[in-house]
């Protein structure tokens, strides 16, 4: 079982830019698509944006034009780079595989303040 440790996140103004990581505690070099997670208090978990392989990227709505995901198979990382941060970007980030989920880690806290 593959172990994921996210971490990046942090306090910032509205406006602000973060960049989290995934490191994962095994190959994701044979993994097709991976993807960045998040879950605000009292919401459900909901994606953010997916990163494949060929470096094939899709988003959702919210992150389109903000956010940027890719990946370094070699250090077996998945990163998400987040500009123009809003407060209602505040929650717990999280990655993992599209497919067949590892546990989830335990998350990285992005806090945007107004």
């Known amino acids: 079982q593959v172990q994921l440790v ?3 996140g942090g306090l910032v103004q509205a406006g602000g830019s973060l960049r989290l990581s995934c490191a994962a505690s095994g190959s994701i ?3 097709n698509a991976m993807a960045w997670y998040r879950q605000a208090p009292g919401k459900q ?3 953010v944006a ?3 392989n060929t470096g094939f990227t ?6 389109k034009g903000r956010f940027t ?5 070699a250090k077996n990382t998945v990163y998400l780079q987040m500009a123009n941060l809003k407060p209602e970007d505040t929650a717990v980030y999280y990655c993992n595989r599209i497919r ?9 806290q992005v806090t945007v303040s107004s």
């Open 100 to 108: 067949n989920k590892w546990d989830w880690g335990q998350g990285t």
């Open 6 to 8: 996210e971490s990046g």
């Open 58 to 63: 899709n988003y959702v709505a919210f992150a």
């Open 50 to 52: 997916t990163v494949t």
């Open 29 to 31: 070099s044979n993994i």
């Open 45 to 47: 978990r909901e994606l």
């Open 69 to 73: 995901i890719s990946r370094d198979n």
